[in-house]
C-alpha cells in the first residue's frame, strides 16, 4: 500500500508507478532511514506522544529489520515506491499497528532530508580520508624528489627551473582546499530537519534537540519550510566535488603527458596502465585518462542540481527527488577516482634525468642570466633586453646559455664574467629561490612536513 493510499479510488499507472519511484536509487540510504527511524520513535516515546512501550516494541523492530538486512536474511523489495515505504511497510508487516505508528509527527519530506544529510555526512567522511590519503601521498613523492630539477612550464612552455617535488606540493595545495571545501558542506549539513514535518511543522510536543543529538546533529533546524526545502547541502558538496575533480583532471593531464615519449618524465606501474588491442608496443594512461573525462561526469552533477533547485517555489516539490541520483554519483565517482590515483602517483617511476635534461634546455634559466645583470647594476629592463637578444643569438648559433663562450657575453654587455655561469647552473637557481613558497628544496621539505603534520600523520 502507499503512504499516500486513502485520497485515491484507484491504483497509480504501472509505467508512471515506475516513473515515480525512487527505490532503486534511495535504497542506498536504508540504514540512515533506520537510524532516523529509531530516533525519532525514541522520541516520540520520551516526548509522551508514544508510550513508552510502544516507542521501545519501535525502535527494538527497526533494528531487527536493520540486522536482518545486513545478514542478508532480508532483502529489499524494489516494487516498493522508495525506501521510507519498504522501512514502514516491513515494521508494520512485524508489528502490525504498531508499526503503522511509527509516522506520527513525521512527514517523508522530513525524513528524506534528515535521510540525505546522515547519508551525505557519513560519505563525506570517507572522501575526507581517501583525500587526505592522496594529499599525504604527494608529500612523500614531494620529500624524495625535492631536490629534482625539472622545467616548470606557462603557455605550456619551457619557462624557468622548478623540482619535481615542488611541482606535486602544488596539488597537495589544491588538495587542501579541497579537504576544506568538503569541511565546510558538512558544518552546513549538520542540521536536523525531523520535526519540520511536510513543511509546517506540528501541534505535537516534539523534542527536536533530542532528535538532533540522538542522530549526531549540531542541533535543529530552525525554520521547517527552509529545512524540508533546502538543498543547498547538495549544492555545495556537488560544487567541492567538482574542483576537487578538475584538480585531479589537472594532475591525469599531467601525468599523461609526462607519462609520453615526448616528455618521459615518468613511467607509470603496469598496474595502472593498458595495452592496445593491435600495437604491441603501446602502454597507455587510460586511468588518467579516465580521471580527466569522468571529471565532466562530475561537473554534469553539479550542473543537474543547480539546474533543478534554481525555479523551484517553497517548501518540497517532486523535482527535488532528483537530488539523489546526482549528488550519489558525484560521490561514488569522486571516490572511485582517489581510490585509484592514489596507488597511481604512490608506484609511478619519476626519470629524474630526463627531467633535468629537459630543463637543460629551453633556455629556463635566462630570468636569473637578467638577475645576474642586475646584480650588476643593470636596470632589469635593460638586463631582460640585453638576455632577450643573447637567448635569440644561442638559437641562431645552436647555443645554450651554459655553452654560450664569455667572450661572446661580453659582446652583448661588459657586466658579463666567468660568474656568469655559476648564475646560470640550473641547481643554482632552484637553491636560491628560497622565498616563501619557492622551489627550493629546503622550502619544499618544510612545505610538505608542513602538510602532513596538518593531516596529522608522522613522516
Same mark, same amino acid.
Given at each position: 500500500?502507499k503512504?499516500?493510499?486513502?485520497?485515491?479510488?484507484?491504483?497509480?499507472?504501472?509505467?508512471?508507478?515506475? *516513473?515515480?519511484?525512487s527505490?532503486?536509487?534511495?535504497?542506498?540510504?536504508?540504514?540512515?532511514?533506520?537510524?532516523?527511524?529509531?530516533a525519532?520513535?525514541?522520541?516520540?516515546?520520551?516526548?509522551g506522544v508514544?508510550?513508552?512501550?510502544?516507542?521501545?516494541?519501535?525502535?527494538?523492530?527497526?533494528?531487527?529489520?536493520?540486522?536482518?538486512?545486513?545478514?542478508?536474511?532480508?532483502?529489499?523489495?524494489? =516494487?516498493?515506491?522508495?525506501?521510507?515505504?519498504f522501512?514502514e511497510?516491513?515494521?508494520?508487516?512485524?508489528?502490525?499497528?504498531?508499526g503503522?505508528?511509527?509516522?506520527?509527527?513525521?512527514?517523508?519530506?522530513?525524513?528524506?532530508?534528515?535521510?540525505?544529510?546522515?547519508?551525505?555526512?557519513?560519505?563525506?567522511?570517507e572522501?575526507?580520508?581517501?583525500?587526505?590519503?592522496?594529499?599525504?601521498?604527494?608529500?612523500?613523492?614531494?620529500?624524495?624528489?625535492?631536490?629534482?630539477?625539472?622545467?616548470?612550464?606557462?603557455?605550456?612552455?619551457?619557462?624557468?627551473?622548478v623540482? *619535481?617535488?615542488?611541482?606535486?606540493?602544488?596539488?597537495?595545495?589544491?588538495?587542501?582546499?579541497?579537504?576544506?571545501?568538503?569541511?565546510d558542506?558538512?558544518?552546513?549539513?549538520?542540521?536536523?530537519?525531523?520535526?519540520?514535518?511536510?513543511?509546517a511543522?506540528?501541534?505535537?510536543p516534539?523534542?527536536?534537540?533530542?532528535?538532533?543529538?540522538?542522530?549526531?546533529?549540531?542541533?535543529? =533546524?530552525q525554520?521547517?519550510l527552509?529545512?524540508?526545502?533546502?538543498?543547498? *547541502?547538495?549544492?555545495?558538496?556537488?560544487?567541492?566535488i567538482?574542483?576537487?575533480?578538475?584538480?585531479?583532471?589537472?594532475l591525469?593531464?599531467?601525468?599523461?603527458?609526462?607519462?609520453?615519449?615526448?616528455?618521459? *618524465?615518468?613511467?607509470?606501474?603496469?598496474?595502472?596502465?593498458?595495452?592496445?588491442?593491435?600495437?604491441?608496443?603501446?602502454?597507455?594512461?587510460?586511468?588518467?585518462?579516465?580521471?580527466?573525462?569522468?571529471?565532466?561526469?562530475?561537473v554534469?552533477?553539479?550542473?543537474t542540481?543547480?539546474?533543478?533547485?534554481?525555479?523551484?517555489?517553497?517548501?518540497?516539490?517532486?523535482?527535488?527527488?532528483?537530488?539523489?541520483?546526482?549528488?550519489?554519483?558525484?560521490?561514488? =565517482?569522486?571516490?572511485?577516482?582517489?581510490k585509484t590515483v592514489t596507488?597511481?602517483?604512490?608506484?609511478?617511476?619519476?626519470? =629524474?634525468?630526463?627531467?633535468?635534461?629537459?630543463?637543460?634546455?629551453?633556455?629556463?634559466?635566462?630570468?636569473?642570466?637578467?638577475?645576474?645583470l642586475?646584480?650588476?647594476?643593470?636596470?632589469?629592463?635593460?638586463?631582460y633586453?640585453?638576455?632577450?637578444?643573447?637567448?635569440?643569438?644561442?638559437?641562431?648559433?645552436?647555443?645554450?646559455?651554459?655553452?654560450?663562450?664569455?667572450?661572446?657575453?661580453?659582446?652583448?654587455?661588459?657586466?658579463?664574467?666567468?660568474g656568469?655561469?655559476?648564475?646560470?647552473?640550473?641547481e643554482?637557481?632552484?637553491?636560491?629561490?628560497?622565498?616563501?613558497?619557492?622551489?627550493?628544496?629546503?622550502?619544499?621539505?618544510?612545505?610538505?612536513?608542513?602538510?602532513?603534520?596538518?593531516?596529522?600523520?608522522?613522516?
Open positions: 500500500m503512504l499516500w493510499a486513502g485520497r485515491f479510488h484507484k491504483e497509480l499507472d504501472k509505467t508512471t508507478d515506475d *516513473f515515480n519511484s527505490i532503486s536509487f534511495d535504497s542506498r540510504m536504508v540504514k540512515e532511514d533506520i537510524q532516523g527511524s529509531i525519532h520513535a525514541t522520541m516520540l516515546g520520551e516526548s508514544l508510550a513508552q512501550e510502544e516507542a521501545a516494541k519501535i525502535c527494538q523492530g527497526l533494528k531487527d529489520i536493520l540486522a536482518d538486512l545486513e545478514s542478508g536474511k532480508l532483502s529489499i523489495d524494489e =516494487t516498493a515506491e522508495d525506501v521510507h515505504t522501512v511497510g516491513e515494521l508494520t508487516a512485524r508489528l502490525g499497528d504498531t503503522k505508528r511509527l509516522h506520527t509527527a513525521r512527514s517523508r519530506n522530513d525524513q528524506v532530508a534528515v535521510d540525505l544529510r546522515l547519508y551525505l555526512k557519513k560519505e563525506c567522511a572522501l575526507l580520508k581517501l583525500l587526505n590519503g592522496l594529499t599525504e601521498t604527494m608529500c612523500r613523492k614531494a620529500l624524495e624528489y625535492k631536490g629534482a630539477v625539472m622545467p616548470g612550464y606557462t603557455h605550456m612552455q619551457r619557462a624557468q627551473p623540482t *619535481f617535488g615542488h611541482h606535486l606540493m602544488a596539488y597537495a595545495e589544491m588538495f587542501l582546499r579541497d579537504a576544506g571545501r568538503l569541511q558542506a558538512v558544518k552546513r549539513m549538520d542540521y536536523c530537519p525531523l520535526g519540520s514535518c511536510a513543511l511543522g506540528t501541534t505535537y516534539l523534542k527536536r534537540e533530542r532528535t538532533a543529538e540522538l542522530l549526531g546533529f549540531a542541533g535543529p =533546524t525554520n521547517s527552509d529545512a524540508v526545502s533546502d538543498r543547498d *547541502f547538495c549544492l555545495e558538496l556537488s560544487s567541492a567538482a574542483i576537487c575533480m578538475v584538480h585531479l583532471s589537472r591525469s593531464e599531467e601525468i599523461i603527458l609526462w607519462c609520453s615519449w615526448e616528455f618521459k *618524465f615518468i613511467e607509470l606501474d603496469d598496474a595502472y596502465s593498458t595495452g592496445s588491442s593491435i600495437m604491441p608496443q603501446k602502454k597507455n594512461p587510460d586511468i588518467a585518462e579516465l580521471v580527466r573525462g569522468k571529471t565532466g561526469r562530475a554534469g552533477d553539479m550542473v542540481l543547480y539546474t533543478m533547485m534554481k525555479g523551484l517555489p517553497l517548501a518540497y516539490d517532486k523535482d527535488m527527488q532528483e537530488d539523489k541520483e546526482a549528488i550519489f554519483d558525484a560521490v561514488d =565517482t569522486l571516490s572511485m577516482c582517489l596507488p597511481m602517483i604512490a608506484t609511478m617511476k619519476v626519470l =629524474t634525468k630526463n627531467m633535468r635534461a629537459a630543463a637543460a634546455k629551453g633556455f629556463i634559466n635566462a630570468t636569473d642570466c637578467a638577475d645576474y642586475v646584480g650588476k647594476g643593470v636596470p632589469f629592463r635593460t638586463a633586453k640585453i638576455t632577450g637578444e643573447i637567448v635569440a643569438y644561442c638559437i641562431e648559433h645552436n647555443l645554450t646559455l651554459e655553452t654560450l663562450p664569455i667572450e661572446t657575453y661580453k659582446k652583448f654587455s661588459e657586466n658579463f664574467d666567468e656568469i655561469y655559476d648564475a646560470i647552473s640550473l643554482r637557481c632552484v637553491n636560491g629561490r628560497k622565498v616563501l613558497g619557492g622551489p627550493a628544496p629546503e622550502n619544499v621539505e618544510a612545505q610538505a612536513k608542513q602538510v602532513l603534520a596538518l593531516l596529522g600523520v608522522k613522516e
